[in-house]
């Protein structure tokens, strides 16, 4: 065995990875996870365990023995339903053989979609604040990363003329998300609208995250990839984790035209080859007889939404209404503190843990994300809580 | 019925104790309104009462058991089952009765009494009754799941505490 020479052993890690900044969360994460009686408003998931018909079809899959590897772009049987899914729910259509691939949730498309697309120094736009993922995954994928900063002002609702500012010869594609997580911001038809002319026409591609879609509260979810002609430029992303209560899970998938999902299906089997087959199982069963529990879902998101949107107003920190995704995006600029002041005092005062706006973006700064993906009762005593503390500042 | 008395009850049927202040966030009604909602419910019997759900085997000096009765019986002429059923549910000790399809056709319950507090009601009450034909009782070993609870079932939230 040859020793390693400790002098050289700081040259381990790639350049790219050294520079990556770790995750804001992190730090929350281990202060929360040492108090006790902690009530935690900064988990990104459901509070919803999968629904149990949806497990039961997972288990009968392994009970029958199907426990080898699918085809790579997962079963065509689950393809076939994401595309009927998307179809009838979002007015887009895709071919389940040669336009879907099942991935290991989300997070894995984007990355995908990401080495697929980029060349070395391409520039991506990312519209902050936003899911912490995407920046460094371009990175990771040799691009360059660039910020929109939407404002809390406009509710964090990214304006056409903003995107186009941002855009320049050097840039490939943009990320966005609708409806948004940290922000809750949720746009209209016509606001989407006014978003792929832009796309259109400085002739980019879109990578368009809705993994919250289902998650709309104030009208009918809306696809950007369904405007105008955006679907042959844009990369639609999304997942079973919100929507279906699957985060443990690790499904997603993605859609996308035919030349892209092939370059896209030659990294992923190479990478990861299949997703997990038990889990597909429990996806296929979930499309096809998960339409109620998720319209449950959804109305108990809605009137949580309302009572932590009006609460948190009535304590004083100004809260504009998210219109999907389970986060409310309140304002705590009156508190005189900075997000992570604020989210930590907090967590140390009340034990109540949410997670600061800047975590997200520098445009999150002045806000904090408190997820209402817990019980009402739970809602309850935080906001209880987050009073006496507002009180005591 | 209206969208939002619907909501309400679904509200009120998971937890009964939550305050009109809350509920009139959740369903975004005013607290006039929501009052106005739950007493017309109340009024129009749609909901019968506010009971709580208690794990009586956690009360240590209890040790009583919960009996379901099937009981035969031939209807009454003209009045069929109904005044057969009022005189098996005006016992208080019975907590409540169904008329069932199949092989028999009421199903009595009684709950929290001893063995021979039960075997005194069917022997002297229930089987007394002329209508009644014949009456098998079950008692309950264990409860797993009661009105959409589970039984000891496990509350912990499995999430870490702050994820992205
Ligand atoms: C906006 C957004 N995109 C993607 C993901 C990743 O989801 P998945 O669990 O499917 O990887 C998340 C998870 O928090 C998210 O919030």
Redesign the pocket.
């Known amino acids: 065995m040859t020793l390693i020479d400790l002098k050289t052993k700081k040259d381990y890690l790639s350049d790219t990875v050294k520079k990556m900044k770790p995750s804001g969360i992190r730090r929350f994460f281990d202060l929360a996870s040492q108090m006790d009686n902690v009530i935690s408003l900064g988990v990104?998931?459901p509070d919803f365990v999968t629904p149990w018909h949806v497990i039961e079809a997972s288990f009968h899959s392994l009970e029958k023995g199907y426990t080898a590897y699918t085809a790579n772009a997962g079963l065509l049987a689950l393809r076939e339903e994401i595309s009927g899914y998307l179809e009838n729910n979002f007015n887009v259509k895709y071919d389940p053989e040669e336009e879907v691939i099942v991935t290991v949730?989300?997070?894995?498309a984007?990355d995908i979609a990401l080495r697929a697309i980029i060349n070395p120094g391409d520039e991506v736009i990312v519209v902050e604040p936003?899911?912490v993922?995407y920046a460094p995954s371009v990175e990771l994928a040799g691009g360059v990363p660039v910020s929109v900063h939407t404002k809390s002002e406009d509710h964090f609702k990214l304006k056409p003329e903003q995107l186009e500012r941002a855009i320049t010869s050097k840039t490939k594609a943009v990320i966005f998300?609708n409806p948004?997580?940290p922000t809750g911001t949720a746009l209209t038809e016509q606001e989407l609208a006014a978003v792929a002319e832009i796309i259109e026409k400085h002739d980019l591609i879109l990578l368009s995250?809705e993994?919250?879609a289902e998650l709309t509260f104030d009208h009918k979810p809306v696809s950007l990839t369904s405007l105008s002609s955006m679907q042959e430029r844009t990369i639609l992303i999304s997942?079973?984790?919100?929507a279906f209560a699957m985060?443990g899970w690790?499904?997603?998938y993605v859609a996308g035209p035919k030349d892209i999902i092939k370059g896209m299906l030659k990294i992923h089997q190479y990478t990861i080859m299949c997703a997990p087959t038990m889990a597909q199982y429990g996806a296929l069963e979930a499309l096809q007889n998960g339409r109620e529990n998720v319209r449950h879902m959804v109305q108990s998101y809605r009137q949580r939404r309302h009572f932590i949107v009006d609460s948190l107003n009535e304590i004083g920190l100004d809260c504009y209404l998210p219109g999907g995704a389970f986060y409310a995006f309140p304002s705590i600029k009156s508190t005189g503190l900075t997000s992570e002041e604020f989210a930590e005092k907090l967590l140390l005062a009340e034990g109540v843990a949410v997670v600061p706006g800047n975590v997200f973006g520098e445009s999150g700064e002045g806000h904090v994300r408190c997820s209402y993906a817990t019980s009402i009762e739970q809602l309850q005593e935080a906001v209880t809580r987050m009073d006496r503390f507002m009180k005591s500042l | 019925m209206e969208s939002k008395e619907l909501e309400i009850l679904q509200i009120l049927e998971k937890n009964s104790r939550l305050d009109i202040e809350t509920i009139a966030k959740m369903t975004q009604l005013k607290e006039e309104e929501v009052k106005k909602i739950i007493n017309k419910l109340e009024e129009d019997k749609v909901i019968l009462g506010y009971s709580t759900l208690i794990d009586w085997h956690k009360v240590s000096d209890n040790h009583g058991v919960t009996a379901m009765i099937d009981v035969k019986v031939t209807p009454l002429r003209g009045v069929g089952f109904d005044k057969v059923a009022e005189r098996i549910y005006k016992f208080p000790e019975v907590k409540a009765v169904y008329l069932m399809s199949g092989t028999y056709d009421l199903s009595v319950s009684i709950e929290e009494k001893t063995m021979a507090e039960v075997a005194e009601f069917v022997s002297e009450k229930l089987s007394a009754l002329d209508s009644v034909v014949s009456t098998t009782t079950h008692f309950i070993l264990k409860k797993y799941k009661h009105d959409g609870v589970v039984i000891d079932g496990e509350q912990e939230d499995k999430r870490i505490v702050v994820?992205?």
């Open positions: 990104g998931e949730g989300a997070s894995q984007i936003c899911f993922s998300c948004n997580n995250d993994i919250y997942g079973f984790s919100k985060t690790r499904l997603g | 994820s992205p």
